[in-house]
Nanobody, 114 residues
Framework: QVQLVESGGGLVQAGGSLRLSCAAS????????MGWYRQAPGKQRELVAF???????NYADSVKGRFTISRDNAKNTVYLQMNSLKPKDTAVYYC????????WGQGTQVTVSS
């Protein structure tokens, strides 16, 4: 049974930081491309960042220079360090794992107050 469990969300003031974690189980974590997506109220889910098995990374233009994705294969965990947060970053953040199949976590709420 595949499980992706996000943690680390919460309420933060603009300019602050949060670190999201996603712990995976039931998959061969190291071969998966891991990603973070977000969905704000009334909007479509969008890609925030992803990291490949070879640790290549890619970011949405809106978060470049502020967010950093990383992975620890020994812990089966992917992280999203979010700095200089803005109110427009408010959303539910979802972890994804993609290889032959695509799996999703349940999401964690991030709220940035102005």
């Amino acid at each position: 049974q595949v499980q992706l469990v996000e943690s680390g969300g919460g309420l933060v003031q603009a300019g602050g930081s949060l670190r999201l974690s996603c712990a995976a189980s039931g998959i061969s974590f190291s071969i998966y491309t891991m990603g973070w997506y977000r969905q704000a109220p009334g909007k479509q889910r969008e890609l925030v960042a992803f990291i490949t098995r070879g640790e290549s990374t890619n970011y949405a233009d809106s978060v470049k220079g502020r967010f950093t994705i990383s992975r620890d294969n020994a812990k089966n965990t992917v992280y999203l360090q979010m700095n200089s947060l803005k109110p427009k970053d408010t959303a539910v953040y979802y972890c994804s794992a993609r290889f032959a199949s695509n799996y999703w976590g349940q999401g964690t709420q991030v709220t940035v107050s102005s």
